[in-house]
């Protein structure tokens, strides 16, 4: 089974600074997407940004860009020029590319709350 | 296009009465996940269909959940009886199917906020 670890509980940046979310996982599979989530308190959860494992190249989506590392199976998320807006929580997340059983389901980190400060 | 819609938004009720959540997907998607979110804590699968077939139901405690999918849209999830240990938030999401591609995105509802005195 996979597993995603977020070891940040919670971070704070300043606006227009720049940080980083951590995100490791375990997996046996060679094939797999990986995905940031956005959840404000209005419980939605967002999708930011998306990993398509066999690209070698780093997905970006305008301030938000991901630092992906398959061998070491890291999965980083950077934001620049951080916005208030930006306060929610951040959860990590692995989706396998199979169709059976339980391969379409996403399996959560326990996410990391982020604070955005003036 | 509306998103996923879910109601109640927020839901009390006493331990051991009977509660239902109620999840409408995006037209056109025929996969629909229920997931448990409990407090602090990322999102667990509950349930998932393909149309109106529950294709993966493993994590769903059978004594006191069910869910139905009538007619591969609309979709109800119940408790019988409801114990303080399901407070949480019950999330709804849909997607076109559930293969491989990013079409396959999952998109999610607000959420049903159950608290369980």
């Known amino acids: 089974a996979q597993t995603v670890t977020q070891s940040q509980p919670e971070m704070s940046v300043q606006e227009a600074e720049t940080v980083t979310l951590s995100c490791t996982y375990d997996t046996s599979e060679s094939d797999y997407y990986l995905f940031w989530y956005k959840q404000p308190p209005s419980r939605q959860m967002i999708l930011v940004i998306r990993q398509e494992a066999y690209k070698q190249q780093n997905a970006t989506e305008n301030r938000f860009s991901v630092n992906f590392q398959k061998a070491a199976k890291s999965f980083s998320l950077k934001i620049s020029d951080s916005q208030l807006g930006d306060a929610a929580m951040y959860f990590c997340?692995?989706?396998?590319?199979?169709?059976?059983?339980?391969?379409?389901?996403?399996?959560f980190g326990t996410g990391t709350r982020l604070q955005v400060t003036l | 296009e509306a998103g996923v819609v879910q109601s109640p938004r927020y839901k009390i009720i006493e331990k051991k009465q009977p509660v239902a959540f109620w999840c409408n997907p995006i037209s056109g998607h025929n996969t629909l996940y229920w997931y448990l979110q409990n407090l602090g804590q990322g999102p667990e699968l509950l349930i998932r269909y393909e149309n109106e077939e529950a294709v993966d139901d493993s994590q769903l405690p059978k004594d006191r959940f069910s869910a139905e999918r009538l007619k591969g849209v609309d979709s109800t999830l119940k408790i019988q009886p409801a114990e303080l240990g399901d407070s949480a938030v019950y999330l709804c999401a849909s997607s076109l199917g559930s293969g491989r591609g990013v079409y396959n995105e999952q998109f999610f509802g607000p959420g049903t906020r159950l608290t369980v005195l």
């Open positions: 997340a692995y989706r396998s590319v199979l169709n059976t059983g339980t391969a379409s389901k996403l399996t």
